[in-house]
């Protein structure tokens, strides 16, 4: 566990079933508590706005499940980007948006790739690419920022 960490959840317990993420935000439910993303997943149905589980009807105004939130709020969890680190719930979002290992856009082309496989991407997808040390003469005085050699 982390510190000041909750418990550990069973991740299958807390996925979306649109996107399969776990909820980390806010949940809509059904009439019947099948619970979905509110913030990426719910926008996304179709009118009229069914519950992927169930079927049945949202309505106009779906309520929260508010309970879950702060269950899993309160949870401890290990980074979806597999970085080692674990979190709770309501630091997941800031931890994903800085974290090292999670996927970055190619420059060369529009697949995402972790750092630590980018030069096996690019070797993979036959990009042409040289690796220049940095300070050298040849150096480009700017690097992409999604990304950083280093890591590599």
Do not use: N
């Not at 589980?53 to 980007?81: L, S, T, Y």
């Not at 080692?84 to 979002?93: T, Y």
């Amino acid at each position: 566990q982390v510190p000041g960490g909750g418990p550990e959840i069973d991740e299958i317990l807390c996925q979306c079933p649109v996107c399969l993420e776990v909820m980390f935000g806010k949940i809509l439910r059904c009439p019947d508590g099948h619970g979905i993303c509110a913030e990426r997943c719910f926008e996304t149905l179709p009118a009229p706005k069914k519950c992927p589980q169930c079927r049945q009807a949202f309505g106009k105004k779906p309520g929260r499940g508010i309970m879950v939130e702060q269950i899993i709020a309160a949870g401890q969890w290990a980074c979806k980007h597999d970085c080692g680190l674990k979190f709770r719930g309501s630091e997941m979002a800031t931890h994903l948006s800085a974290c090292p290992a999670r996927p970055v856009k190619c420059p060369f082309c529009i697949d995402l790739v972790a750092p630590a496989r980018m030069v096996k991407h690019f070797q993979d997808k036959a990009h042409d690419f040289t690796v220049v040390p940095p300070g050298s003469p040849d150096a480009p005085t700017q690097l992409c920022s999604s990304w950083d050699l280093d890591r590599v």
